[in-house]
């Protein structure tokens, strides 16, 4: 009888107060998608770095004999110098940056420039003498890359050091300011929500005075006077987090699953697994909103 | 039942007292008229019964609680003790009768069988049987106000609070309302009345308690209206 009564309450509740029951899912809607955009984005941030910075290392480019940069001014780094360098990678003060360290020869890198662009006519006329010597290092920890380069460059023999992270770099941070904008609307939709929530609540608890205060009269306790008008924006958060969800799903299935990864194969995207990984998140996060809300709108609305 | 000692209420910070020093006791199955003029405390009295306010002074004591001592989850224990009734009868424009009524079961979470048993006979003893469907706007004043008691009385209270429950009735419909919370008090239970209505007074003969300005000046078994004047 008590939940037939709860839920014959939050009918006429929502049916009373449609239209604002309808904002409410729209825009806790709008705000979730944010959220989960946000979310999604720094998830492929993170598959990209955990499968790019693996790969990555740190090169140093050994000088050429007929090299324009001033610390190479001795010529063609010598095998001394080679030497020196790998003991300096090596030194107790670098060993704990560094994974290893490997030379890479003329012959080498020619055979990885054939391997890679062998098929192409200019490639043909490339010699091995024309290649360059480098050290390849890689990194314990990729972000500190700084550390190494300082300790190496402008040594004899070193010609340039370059963090190959550097080339996704920009990549990342398109999308980590990306992730600050989808966060940042996220933030401002998510305040409207609670606003909107609260204003639907009140607004609900004021149409039904009367019948509350007669509830109050003949004993209903205080949860169960306030239950439905909880559950009812509880009902509208969760109606828009499942629509974000949804939204999401058919927007990385639209736009990434059957387009980008059909055209960009060299990147692993986030895919529609991942959304259903964030839905729970954006449900919770809904029905967090909604009970703050009801939280604060009720508390007035109920003196014994 | 219900006992007050030494009770005062001041609402605002140096105003005359709604309620000066009034102490009372009112016994199990008693009828009790509380008369007076608008303003002597009739309705403060009533609201301290059900622990809408609480008392600036003194101490009231209500189906055996103490109400000071009575923490705010338990209030709606006590209300579940006490059928109220009023002069504008306070239902639901929105549903009928029956619901009406069987709203102060439902909100108390009794089972399903019990509501559909209890409410009709209730109905039945305020003499409404057959007008379940009815919404209130399609009833006499007299009949709301028996919709009204009937949902006072249907969890089968200690005690009814009654507010001008004939205030806005004629006399005859006043008569029958009457009859009806007498029968009431007959099973048993406890029937504070607070009114202007002095006929009815006298008719009844029951138990009379005067205030005025707050202040109790009359407590008389079998008592008249104007008996102090």
């Known amino acids: 009888m008590r939940l037939q009564f709860v839920l014959s309450q939050i009918g006429n509740g929502l049916r009373r107060n449609m239209a604002m029951a309808v904002s409410v899912v729209l825009v806790t809607f709008i705000s979730l998608t944010f959220v989960g955009a946000a979310v999604l984005l720094q998830m492929q941030v993170g598959n990209m770095k955990d499968e790019w910075y693996d790969r990555v290392e740190v090169s140093i480019y050994l000088c050429p004999p007929d090299s324009s940069v001033p610390a190479c001014a001795g010529g063609e780094a010598t095998e001394q110098q080679v030497e020196q360098l790998q003991d300096v990678l090596t030194s107790d003060s670098l060993s704990p940056y560094v994974e290893e360290v490997f030379l890479e020869t003329k012959e080498q890198a020619f055979e990885a420039f054939q391997e890679r662009f062998g098929d192409q006519d200019w490639a043909q006329r490339i010699t091995v003498d024309q290649m360059q010597q480098s050290l390849r290092v890689s990194l314990v920890d990729p972000e500190l890359y700084q550390v190494v380069a300082d300790e190496v460059a402008g040594r004899d023999g070193v010609e340039e050091v370059i963090d190959q992270r550097s080339i996704l770099e920009p990549l990342f941070l398109v999308l980590n300011r990306a992730t600050v904008l989808a966060a940042g609307l996220a933030a401002v939709m998510i305040v409207a929500a609670v606003l909107l929530i609260t204003t639907t609540i009140r607004l609900s608890a004021m149409s039904r005075s009367r019948e509350t205060s007669i509830m109050r009269l003949v004993g209903a306790s205080n949860f169960f006077i306030q239950l439905p008008f909880m559950l009812e924006g509880a009902i509208a958060a969760l109606l828009g987090a499942v629509l974000a969800s949804t939204g999401l799903w058919l927007g990385v299935r639209s736009i990434i699953e059957n387009w980008l990864a059909e055209s960009v194969r060299w990147v692993n995207f986030v895919n529609t697994g991942d959304v259903l990984v964030v839905a729970p998140l954006l449900v919770a996060i809904g029905i967090v909103l909604a009970a703050i809300s009801s939280l604060v709108s009720l508390s007035r609305y109920t003196k014994v | ?229």
């Open chain 2, 1 to 229: 039942m219900i006992r007050f000692k030494k009770v005062s209420k001041v609402y605002a910070r140096g105003a005359r007292p709604a309620l000066d020093q009034v102490s009372l006791e009112v016994g199990r199955g008693e009828f009790v008229f509380l008369v007076g003029a608008s303003g002597s405390g009739k309705s403060t009295f009533l609201r301290l019964v059900l622990r809408e306010e609480r008392p600036t002074h003194g101490s009231v004591f209500v189906a055996g609680r103490d109400l000071a001592n009575l923490s705010q989850w338990k209030v709606p224990q006590l209300r579940r003790q006490i059928g109220c009734v009023f002069q504008d009868f306070r239902l639901l424009h929105n549903k009928n009768v029956f619901d009406n009524v069987a709203i102060a079961l439902q909100v108390i979470g009794k089972p399903r069988h019990h509501v559909m048993t209890t409410v009709p006979e209730t109905l039945e003893m305020v003499g409404l049987a057959g007008k379940e469907k009815r919404l209130p706007h399609e009833l006499s004043g007299g009949e709301q106000q028996r919709v009204a008691i009937a949902r006072a009385f249907v969890n089968r209270p200690a005690i009814i609070l009654a507010d001008e429950p004939t205030g806005n009735l004629d006399p005859t419909t006043s008569v029958g309302i009457m009859r009806l919370l007498d029968r009431i008090n007959r099973t048993g239970t406890t029937v504070v009345m607070a009114t202007h209505d002095d006929e009815i007074v006298d008719q009844m003969r029951k138990r009379v308690v005067e205030l005025v300005d707050g202040q109790m000046v009359r407590d008389q078994d079998r008592g008249v209206y104007g008996a102090a004047r």
